[in-house]
């Protein structure tokens, strides 16, 4: 591969300077997945940047991201390939007289007729592709084992077609909310990395990159007081992406400097829950 | 010793802690370690992990294990090149007490000229700045003085630790370095930021601790040897915790790993036979299969038909003797009322009680664990198990509304008191609903000894399954079909 990462720094690096500030962990992983060429699952609470990170890799390398985004009732012709079924049938009406059976049959499942779905596609690509598997854990269960030929060889195979093998190992990133345990031939396949809410340092770093023109004094402060409402016992706690559209809100604001009532005020962009909003609006002002 | 030999005890000892490592993982971390260093000991571990642990809950244990057997290579066993003075002081102190005291400590060495008042003084000073450095050799500085460790004692490292901590006096640290503060800030500080204050010094406080322990294991193994010392480290894996004796952490953790479990269950029941049953035409798949037929859609496809929303009734004993177990049930209660919209819950001790309101997804939920505790009527003469009683309310109450897709589950140990049975209340549950199932969280072994008659009420149930452990409750939702 061309653009082989040298060291865990390039890979921090590189991932810095498209704006996603990696800690060691996921800078690590995402080195190793390219020497290994493995796949990485990503796992983690919502809204920790787990789409994000392929994205990043994806500008990172200058690669197409390809998404495949996971649901229930997702199955491998929309995965995978289809037959273009239509065409498949204009072709035979169209040469009704003219051509012999044999002709027709060996033609219309060629790869003309292929109508390539994003796995096919990503490991087929000549270019480097980065191939996101959004939220895996929605599939069933049953459904995973159509990802494991994919994700173990790089290659897809197609009974009327044969094997189809990748032309360049893509980077496949793999992404969970852990609704539910996936399964160990997954799991087995993969580099696993969990991603979780940033320390202060890393959040205050990521609020300063994402959000310009902010004072390190209101990151500082947006930094501590999103901290402290993560350790107390909500529903849901606010992930980065709230964090940054708070930060973003007090910007818009003109605030300098937040107060306990300004905090409060804003709460509800943080948290989700009527019941989360009281409590830490409780917990704020309220010192024990 | 080799990095192989290393690394295969390394693997042994997190197989014996549970965790699931196969072959192929194990091959995939000899890889891992080819291609990072093992000087880099962040990207080292991290790299360990993402081959060999496949489970967010099985990181604590993967840590623990970690730090045992590759803490001794670490950066911090070489002497530091960019120290300030006075820690550079401590840590050429601290050299020379190890040289003398031939590595036991209690001895103080060459530290005489600070006592323990002064060391208390400087870690505050420490803490107050956030002066990691410092905080470190400090950390070191008083395991070294006040864990009074003993080479080939055998004591966990918990005793060394509550010593330690307890003469530096961290508990009131908090207090103090909240007052120092306040008086050190020039205007009054308002609430909030007294609050994110204290937030801030709880977590140097925190991190110091672990600097503490962190410095007594690597003495220790460097005392017992890795092995000795991770297998007196080995805890059970979160799905392994009994929920009996569960403590608050553990309890904590419990919770999370509820969420899917509970999704799984869902699932699992609003599952359909697919076969048999049509729902809509498929136009798309019957074109699709017309090929076959020269474009004639000579055999219709059928769309699967939805699955029809289970209905889930949760009868859960609260009673004193399987107190600990209660407080799971209930969090396992609230997390089901997230999933399924038809469920509906009851309490009972020796009388009954529906607490379906309690549970509504928008309630907070120990808010909700309060209010059943203090408000569901579920106390009839004594407040001591009564189960016969409690069913019999029950059928009179809600039977009418037990119907074909009903599904029963019953939580508790059926430890009677040796009341009267009423066990025909399970039978005709069984005859109306559409399963009944007991979860019992009592081993095996203690099923039908004294009161406990779960096998009477078992024998009208479609399964009593021992319910002791995530694990097994898991195992449990895997059975269910």
């Known amino acids: ?288 | 010793m080799t990095l192989l030999d290393l690394m295969s005890g390394f693997i042994a000892e997190l197989r014996k802690a549970g965790l699931p490592v196969s072959l192929t993982e194990n091959l995939d971390a000899m890889e891992a370690v080819k291609e990072i260093p093992i000087e880099d000991r962040q990207a080292f571990k991290y790299a360990l992990a993402a081959t060999l642990v496949k489970s967010n809950s099985h990181w604590r244990a993967f840590e623990t294990i970690f730090e045992v057997y590759f803490s001794l290579r670490g950066p911090e066993h070489q002497i530091p090149s960019d120290l300030s003075d006075a820690e550079a002081e401590l840590w050429r102190e601290e050299q020379e007490a190890q040289l003398q005291g031939d590595g036991a400590a209690g001895s103080g060495g060459g530290m005489d000229s600070l006592t323990p008042e002064e060391i208390a003084q400087m870690l505050m000073q420490a803490l107050m700045n956030g002066d990691q450095a410092m905080m470190r050799a400090l950390a070191r500085q008083s395991v070294q003085r006040f864990a009074g460790m003993e080479p080939g004692r055998p004591v966990g490292g918990t005793y060394y630790l509550y010593r330690t901590l307890r003469n530096l006096d961290l508990d009131n640290m908090l207090d103090k370095l909240m007052e120092a503060n306040r008086e050190q800030a020039a205007q009054e500080l308002t609430k909030l930021e007294e609050r994110l204050e204290k937030d801030e010094f709880e977590s140097r406080i925190e991190q110091f601790k672990q600097e503490v322990e962190a410095e007594i294991r690597r003495r220790l193994v460097a005392d017992r040897g890795a092995e000795a010392m991770a297998k007196t480290l080995r805890k059970p894996l979160p799905e392994d915790v009994e929920f009996m004796h569960a403590n608050k952490e553990e309890m904590q953790s419990l919770k999370k790993a509820l969420q899917p479990l509970t999704r799984k269950l869902a699932a699992k029941l609003a599952r359909k036979r697919r076969h048999g049953r049509r729902g809509p035409l498929d136009f798309r798949s019957t074109v699709r299969h017309s090929l076959s037929y020269g474009g004639v859609p000579a055999d219709p496809k059928f769309k699967y038909p939805r699955p029809s929303k289970p209905e889930l009734m949760v009868v859960a004993d609260i009673s004193g003797s399987v107190a600990a177990f209660a407080r799971f049930t209930l969090m396992l209660v609230y997390a089901i009322q997230g999933q399924f919209s038809k469920v509906r819950s009851f309490v009972f001790i020796d009388g009954i009680d529906e607490v379906t309101d309690y549970f509504k997804s928008n309630v907070d939920i120990s808010d909700a664990i309060h209010r059943v505790n203090t408000e569901a009527d579920v106390v009839w003469v004594d407040g001591h198990s009564d189960y016969g009683h409690a069913f019999e309310v029950f059928w009179e109450r809600y039977g009418k509304d037990i119907n074909p897709k009903t599904t029963i589950l019953l939580l508790g140990d059926a430890r009677n008191n040796y009341h009267a049975a009423s066990s025909w209340v399970i039978k005709e549950m069984q005859k109306r609903g559409r399963h009944v199932y007991w979860l019992n969280p009592e081993p095996r072994s203690y099923w039908n000894t004294g009161d406990s008659i779960v096998g009477e009420y078992g024998s009208f149930t479609d399964g009593v399954y021992e319910c002791r452990n995530l694990r097994q409750l898991e195992a449990f939702v895997e059975k269910l079909a």
């Open chain 1, 1 to 288: 591969m061309e653009n082989r990462f040298e060291s865990v720094e390039q890979v921090r690096d590189g991932l810095k300077k498209v704006h996603y500030l990696a800690d060691d962990g996921i800078a690590g992983v995402v080195f190793l997945a390219q020497r290994l060429g493995k796949p990485i699952l990503v796992e983690g609470p919502a809204g920790t940047g787990k789409t994000q990170l392929a994205k990043s890799v994806a500008e990172m390398l200058n690669a197409r991201l390809i998404r495949l985004q996971c649901y229930e009732g997702l199955d491998e012709s929309k995965a995978l390939y289809e037959w273009n079924y239509k065409k498949q049938l204009l072709r035979i009406q169209a040469d009704k007289t003219s051509d012999s059976w044999s002709q027709v049959h060996d033609d219309i499942f060629s790869e003309e007729f292929l109508l390539t779905r994003p796995l096919l596609e990503a490991i087929s690509s000549p270019d480097p592709v980065v191939l996101l598997i959004d939220e895996v854990d929605r599939v069933e269960i049953e459904t995973e084992a159509l990802l494991l030929e994919i994700l173990s060889e790089y290659q897809v195979s197609i009974p009327e077609l044969g094997t189809i093998v990748a032309k360049q190992i893509p980077m496949v990133f793999l992404t969970s909310n852990n609704t539910r345990e996936l399964s160990e031939a997954l799991k087995r396949r993969c580099l696993f990395l969990h991603v979780d809410y940033p320390d202060m340092e890393r959040e205050k770093e990521i609020v300063m990159t994402k959000v310009p023109d902010i004072t390190q004094n209101l990151a500082d402060q947006i930094a501590r007081i999103v901290r402290s409402i993560r350790q107390l016992d909500l529903k849901k706690a606010p992930s980065v992406s709230e964090t940054l559209d708070w930060a973003r809100t007090l910007m818009l604001m003109g605030i300098e400097n937040i107060d306990a009532q300004e905090a409060k005020d804003t709460l509800h962009i943080l948290l989700k829950y009527q019941t989360d909003i009281t409590k830490a609006a409780k917990e704020l002002s309220v010192d024990k």
